[in-house]
């Protein structure tokens, strides 16, 4: 096994090999094109979640016009002075190899913009006054300390590289390795990577055991996974009809079980329209809740993979076919009906535990024959002398006489 890094091994060496949408390369290629005879227009930003190729299309982007590439990390300067000693100067002068130049400012969001003495106006300067174009990429730059350099550059999303992109390039590198593999596994590390390239091909790297992946190191791998919402595992649930893709869709949100079941039962109807789809989706849910009745019942815990897999891969496979109209998922308001229902009813416990105290009854008994209290109070006599003895008043018995 090489001792080379995957990443930097396999690491994108022309625009085709990126694993990005055509519009994105077309604006980064027209605004690099377009420079020389427009130095007013506003530099690109490239920006995303980790992994998903932003520096990387940086250097490709120099070599495709061979460029030299100028390539600073934002982190490696705090200060005006450091930042004008690097990048300033770079923009003005011409390179020694007579080339036009790309300045690439990298994870530019690492910037405090406070305790940063001048670094992030020093950029923003800088993009007005560049010789030569620049790009610049950050994870996240919707902080408002960042507002004026957002509002300075060409937003380019570089969003989440989808599970079944990433699998095909892990499976290209295992042809490439001679390297064992099953189709299975390459799709579950493309799910837990959730949308990050680097991070998919460093953990199958990880697991690689003489030449073949090892699927048991791969649960070894769950603590550098990412949290997934419950949105997005729902989406890849209803949308798959890839049993592997949906059995794991939750494997990397944070909720226990019993709140997942809820979650699916609540979206069912949002996301299938065939009603014969639907029928066979809440019939492999009633199955989950009967073996996770028996759990409870019976503490055999080993039913818990049945439960995981009845509303998981059985809700996913009740459509014939992926669905791709726009979902609206949302929130289970099983917990939300429990409480207006519990609120509705405490009146009638309430009245029916004071009556139970004195008459030495069962509360459950009265409880059961609340419709002859309706009765026997619609008298104001019978009314008055029951609020007197048994110590109630109007707010107490109001229930009984609401529709």
């Known amino acids: 096994m090489s001792h080379i890094p995957f990443t930097k091994k396999y690491e994108p060496k022309s625009l085709d090999e990126l694993q990005l949408q055509n519009n994105v390369i077309v604006r980064m290629k027209t605004y690099v094109e377009t420079y020389k005879k427009d130095k007013k227009q506003k530099p690109i930003m490239l920006y995303g979640p980790p992994g998903t190729g932003k520096t990387v299309a940086a250097h490709v982007l120099s070599d495709f016009y061979d460029y030299e590439l100028v390539e600073v990390n934002a982190s490696d300067f705090r200060s005006k002075e450091q930042f004008n000693a690097i990048v300033g100067t770079a923009s003005k002068q011409q390179s020694l190899f007579f080339k036009s130049k790309l300045i690439l400012i990298d994870e530019v969001d690492t910037l405090s913009g406070e305790g940063d003495r001048g670094a992030l106006t020093?950029?923003?300067?800088?993009?007005?006054?560049?010789?030569?174009?620049?790009?610049l990429t950050a994870n996240d730059p919707w902080n408002y300390k960042y507002?004026?350099?957002r509002t300075a550059c060409q937003l380019i999303l570089f969003d989440k590289i989808d599970s079944k992109v990433i699998a095909s390039v892990l499976k290209n590198i295992c042809i490439k390795e001679g390297i064992e593999y099953n189709d299975s596994d390459l799709r579950l590390l493309g799910i837990k990577s959730g949308g990050d390239l680097r991070a998919a091909i460093i953990d199958m790297q990880t697991i690689v055991r003489d030449?073949?992946?090892?699927?048991?190191?791969?649960?070894?791998?769950?603590?550098?996974?990412?949290?997934?919402s419950?949105?997005?595992?729902l989406a890849l649930l209803f949308k798959t009809t890839d049993p592997y893709v949906s059995q794991h869709a939750f494997d990397n949100v944070d909720i226990e079980i019993n709140e997942q079941y809820n979650w699916?039962?609540?979206?069912?109807?949002?996301?299938y329209d065939d009603p014969v789809e639907l029928a066979f989706a809440y019939n492999y849910l009633s199955l989950?809740?009967?073996?996770?009745?028996?759990?409870?019942?019976?503490?055999?815990?080993?039913?818990?993979?049945?439960?995981?897999?009845?509303?998981?891969?059985?809700?996913?496979?009740?459509?014939?076919?992926p669905y791709?109209?726009?979902?609206?998922?949302?929130?289970?308001?099983?917990?939300?009906?429990l409480w207006l229902a519990k609120n509705k009813n405490s009146a009638k416990l309430t009245f029916s535990k004071i009556v139970s105290e004195q008459i030495h009854c069962s509360y459950k008994e009265i409880?059961?024959?609340?419709?002859?209290?309706?009765?026997?109070?619609?008298?104001?006599d019978t009314k008055a002398l029951f609020e007197r003895e048994f110590r109630v008043d109007d707010a107490d018995i109001e229930f009984l006489f609401k529709k």
């Open 122 to 135: 020093e950029i923003i300067n800088l993009l007005k006054t560049s010789s030569y174009p620049v790009i």
């Open 147 to 149: 507002n004026s350099l």
């Open 211 to 228: 030449k073949k992946i090892e699927s048991n190191a791969m649960q070894n791998l769950s603590g550098r996974m990412q949290k997934h």
């Open 230 to 233: 419950v949105i997005s595992a």
């Open 264 to 271: 699916i039962e609540e979206n069912i109807p949002v996301a």
């Open 288 to 321: 989950a809740d009967i073996n996770n009745r028996r759990i409870i019942k019976t503490q055999y815990w080993h039913l818990l993979v049945y439960v995981n897999a009845m509303s998981t891969i059985g809700v996913s496979l009740a459509k014939t076919k």
């Open 324 to 337: 791709t109209k726009f979902v609206q998922f949302t929130e289970t308001k099983r917990f939300l009906k």
């Open 367 to 380: 409880y059961k024959d609340l419709h002859m209290f309706k009765f026997i109070l619609s008298n104001p």
